[in-house]
């Protein structure tokens, strides 16, 4: 009656449409959603929402999905370990979930939905090389490649990384950038230094490089660990860009007010969250799939 079906006689609706009026009815748009064949639910597995990349790679999705039709039903993890990840597929499998998105930039989550029999479409996003599942993720080889070659074309004869923990996919591939885009050039390749994408890490880190007086440029893992070794910097009375050169990872919007403004490379964390959604939307209508 409320949806206008012809069916229904004008008194009957006008008698129906004051009742709604006098009781103050809504719409329910999740009872409408049992109605169809169509759930229109996306289960996303997220972790650490306080870090920019994993929080704008979730925005990103959530805006996609949104556009879509598609409502949301997030479980994030503060410890990722393959049982956290199985839990919280098990968790988000016994609600009418169409398909799973894993932001899964650590082995422990690539790992740990693959082999999970739950009879939906699961894409991986961030997951590198995930086996046996379709994966969506930024270059981050291309990306540290370029932020590397741009930092010896101002003629520094050789780059230190900052580099993010060492069970990070992203981290492993800006890692491998870097470091290629150094041996093709002929030059040294100093030992990556390790931290946890925080900024205390970038600033610990980069005092230990101020002790080295070689050190020129520094590629950092991502712009938090870069604000950090900003700091560092300056309190050892090292002047960037003049005496260093600093150059991040991910264009957090504070990064262009750090102090000297902060050389970046930029994710496009919309585009990821519609090629992610675009994907598991093909797999749910596919034959075999989710939908109807």
């Given at each position: 009656?409320?949806?206008?079906?012809?069916?229904?006689?004008?008194?009957?609706?006008?008698?129906?449409?004051?009742?709604?009026?006098?009781?103050?009815?809504?719409?329910?748009?999740?009872?409408?959603?049992?109605?169809?064949?169509?759930?229109?639910?996306?289960?996303?597995?997220?972790?650490?929402?306080?870090?920019?990349?994993?929080?704008?790679?979730?925005?990103?999705?959530?805006?996609?999905?949104?556009?879509?039709?598609?409502?949301?039903?997030?479980v994030t993890l503060q410890t990722v370990t393959?049982?956290?990840?199985?839990?919280?597929?098990?968790?988000?499998?016994?609600?009418?979930?169409?398909?799973?998105?894993?932001?899964?930039?650590?082995?422990?989550?690539?790992?740990?939905?693959?082999?999970?029999?739950?009879?939906?479409?699961?894409?991986?996003?961030?997951?590198?090389?995930?086996?046996?599942?379709?994966?969506?993720?930024?270059?981050?080889?291309?990306?540290?490649?370029?932020?590397?070659?741009?930092?010896?074309?101002?003629?520094?004869?050789?780059?230190?990384?900052?580099?993010?923990?060492?069970?990070?996919?992203?981290?492993?591939?800006?890692?491998?950038?870097?470091?290629?885009?150094?041996?093709?050039?002929?030059?040294?390749?100093?030992?990556?230094?390790?931290?946890?994408?925080?900024?205390?890490?970038?600033?610990?880190?980069?005092?230990?490089?101020?002790?080295?007086?070689?050190?020129?440029?520094?590629?950092?893992?991502?712009?938090?660990?870069?604000?950090?070794?900003?700091?560092?910097?300056?309190?050892?009375?090292?002047?960037?860009?003049?005496?260093?050169?600093?150059?991040?990872?991910?264009?957090?919007?504070?990064?262009?007010?750090?102090?000297?403004?902060?050389?970046?490379?930029?994710?496009?964390?919309?585009?990821?969250?519609?090629?992610?959604?675009?994907?598991?939307?093909?797999?749910?209508?596919?034959?075999?799939?989710?939908?109807?």
């Amino acid at each position: 009656m409320l949806n206008g079906h012809p069916n229904v006689r004008a008194e009957t609706r006008a008698r129906v449409q004051t009742e709604i009026e006098e009781l103050g009815y809504r719409r329910n748009s999740s009872a409408r959603a049992l109605v169809p064949r169509r759930i229109g639910v996306i289960g996303v597995v997220a972790f650490d929402p306080t870090l920019h990349g994993p929080a704008g790679t979730l925005g990103g999705i959530e805006r996609a999905a949104r556009a879509a039709g598609y409502f949301l039903s997030v479980v994030t993890l503060q410890t990722v370990t393959r049982q956290a990840v199985r839990e919280a597929m098990d968790y988000l499998a016994q609600q009418p979930v169409e398909g799973y998105i894993v932001i899964a930039p650590q082995r422990a989550v690539v790992d740990g939905p693959a082999d999970l029999p739950y009879g939906r479409p699961v894409v991986a996003v961030e997951g590198g090389e995930a086996p046996d599942l379709p994966v969506v993720c930024v270059d981050q080889y291309g990306g540290a490649y370029l932020a590397t070659r741009h930092l010896l074309d101002l003629g520094h004869r050789t780059v230190h990384h900052i580099a993010g923990p060492r069970d990070w996919l992203e981290a492993e591939d800006r890692v491998h950038g870097w470091c290629h885009a150094l041996q093709e050039a002929g030059v040294r390749v100093p030992e990556p230094l390790y931290g946890d994408r925080h900024p205390k890490a970038g600033y610990e880190l980069a005092r230990r490089l101020t002790d080295d007086g070689d050190v020129t440029a520094i590629f950092v893992a991502n712009d938090q660990m870069a604000l950090g070794a900003l700091r560092a910097l300056g309190d050892s009375g090292v002047r960037v860009p003049r005496d260093v050169s600093v150059v991040g990872f991910d264009d957090i919007p504070e990064a262009e007010f750090f102090t000297p403004p902060l050389t970046t490379v930029s994710q496009d964390f919309g585009e990821v969250g519609q090629r992610s959604i675009r994907l598991l939307v093909g797999l749910i209508d596919a034959p075999g799939g989710a939908g109807p």
